[in-house]
């Protein structure tokens, strides 16, 4: 009696699986490898609806590809893909500038660093009493350009002795000199709580609703003005 291990080698070319013995433990004599040829696997043809189907898939590729690239919205990148539609049909059809001016039909008057000092400063003694004083608040011309932000708060702790004192500055984009008081005030009660709050997390929003209940209405608003900007608007305010 022979025993054998066998080794299956499928060769695509004669569609032939050849069974080879690879270890032979026989009584002397050798055992020939055993062989068998396979049918060829059928090809299904494709039928008329599914050519149909594959005209349709590369129509629908050509047009994507010779289509015009979409409008881009970086400032509403994180919003609902239907809200970023619509966005995009009033930014091509020209209706962003005509809403928001409806909406807000006057620029604030909060124009010099010492105004704006004395506009931060009475949001935070009004809700932030106990949060320390602000050292500086001023606009800023390199902040848009520079850190890619609206507003931004620093903090540094400077040493009295034996106690540590932190040192709170806040800084305005410039293009918000000329804006409605609601986006001045939007951006400066965002960098307010950061003054409690470093992260932008759910205790972080909650204490802007605090301070301004529209903030989220007003967020988005701004970021809307933002992209009216990136597409090439003018200044509405200016």
């Given at each position: 009696?022979?025993?054998?291990?066998?080794?299956?080698v499928?060769?695509?070319d004669?569609?032939t699986?050849i069974?080879?013995?690879?270890?032979?433990?026989?009584?002397?004599?050798?055992t020939e490898?055993?062989?068998?040829?396979?049918?060829?696997?059928?090809?299904?043809?494709?039928?008329g609806?599914?050519?149909?189907?594959?005209?349709?898939n590369r129509?629908a590729?050509?047009?994507?590809?010779?289509?015009?690239?979409?409008?881009?919205?970086?400032?509403?990148?994180?919003?609902?893909?239907?809200?970023?539609s619509?966005?995009?049909?009033?930014?091509?059809?020209g209706?962003?500038?005509?809403?928001?001016?409806n909406?807000?039909?006057?620029a604030?008057?909060?124009r010099?660093?010492?105004?704006?000092?004395?506009?931060?400063?009475?949001?935070?003694?009004?809700?932030?009493?106990?949060?320390?004083?602000?050292?500086?608040?001023?606009?800023?011309?390199?902040?848009?350009?520079?850190?890619?932000a609206?507003?931004?708060?620093t903090?540094?702790?400077?040493?009295?002795?034996?106690?540590?004192?932190?040192r709170?500055?806040?800084?305005?984009?410039?293009?918000?000199?000329?804006?409605?008081?609601?986006?001045?005030?939007?951006i400066?009660v965002?960098?307010?709580?950061?003054?409690?709050?470093?992260?932008?997390d759910?205790a972080?929003?909650?204490?802007?609703?605090?301070?301004?209940?529209?903030?989220?209405?007003?967020?988005?608003?701004?970021?809307f003005?933002?992209?009216?900007?990136?597409?090439?608007?003018?200044?509405?305010?200016?």
């Open positions: 009696m022979v025993e054998a291990t066998a080794a299956h499928i060769c695509t004669s569609q699986l069974k080879k013995p690879s270890a032979l433990r026989s009584s002397g004599r050798d490898g055993l062989s068998f040829a396979m049918k060829p696997i059928p090809t299904p043809k494709y039928s609806a599914i050519t149909q189907q594959l005209r349709k129509a590729r050509a047009t994507a590809e010779n289509a015009p690239a979409q409008l881009a919205l970086p400032y509403l990148s994180g919003y609902a893909p239907s809200l970023q619509k966005v995009r049909e009033w930014l091509v059809a209706k962003a500038a005509e809403w928001l001016l909406k807000y039909p006057q604030h008057v909060v010099t660093d010492k105004a704006l000092y004395d506009y931060v400063d009475d949001i935070r003694l009004e809700y932030l009493r106990n949060s320390g004083q602000l050292h500086k608040v001023a606009y800023d011309s390199k902040i848009h350009v520079m850190r890619n609206l507003g931004l708060h903090r540094r702790s400077i040493a009295h002795g034996s106690k540590t004192n932190a709170h500055e806040i800084h305005i984009a410039a293009m918000f000199k000329q804006a409605p008081d609601a986006f001045l005030r939007m400066c965002h960098e307010l709580a950061h003054i409690r709050i470093m992260d932008h759910k972080f929003y909650q204490l802007c609703m605090h301070m301004e209940s529209e903030y989220h209405q007003l967020e988005f608003d701004v970021r003005y933002l992209s009216y900007l990136d597409c090439g608007g003018e200044p509405l305010w200016g």
